[in-house]
Nanobody
């Protein structure tokens, strides 16, 4: 699986931004069979879980972003998106999309559960 994240940029606090991630899935597999997840890594910090969706279930979010971030997926287009509302300076980070074929529920928030990663897209929020 190849993942390409896009949509990052320099924005002002309070703005909204939509990130996207396009997946290229090997023949014989379907995009919908993968759990798709967003992580982010702020400067000087470890990478952290942001949001995740399985085939058709509702997204799960980190407590720190619940209510401001909206994750969606389009299985037909093999894409996911992350709408970030009311951006804060602490949202500044590189945002990564990740895919996992066999992610158990208890491991959804763990980086090690995902075998496929996009290159990341930088989001910088100025005050």
């Amino acid at each position: 699986v190849q993942l390409q994240a896009s949509g990052g940029g320099l924005v002002q606090a309070g703005d909204s931004l939509r990130l996207s991630c396009a997946a290229s899935v090997p023949s014989g597999r379907t995009f919908s069979s993968y759990r798709m997840t967003w992580f982010r890594q702020a400067p000087g910090k470890e990478r952290e879980f942001v949001a995740s969706m399985s085939r058709s279930a509702n997204p799960v979010y980190a407590d720190s972003v619940k209510g401001r971030f909206v994750m969606s997926r389009d299985n037909a287009k093999a894409t996911i998106s992350l709408l970030i509302n009311t951006l804060k300076t602490e949202d500044t980070a590189v945002y990564y999309c990740a895919a996992g074929a066999t992610v158990i529920v208890s491991a959804v928030r763990q980086e090690t559960a995902y075998h496929y990663w996009g290159q990341g897209t930088q989001v910088t929020v100025s005050s």
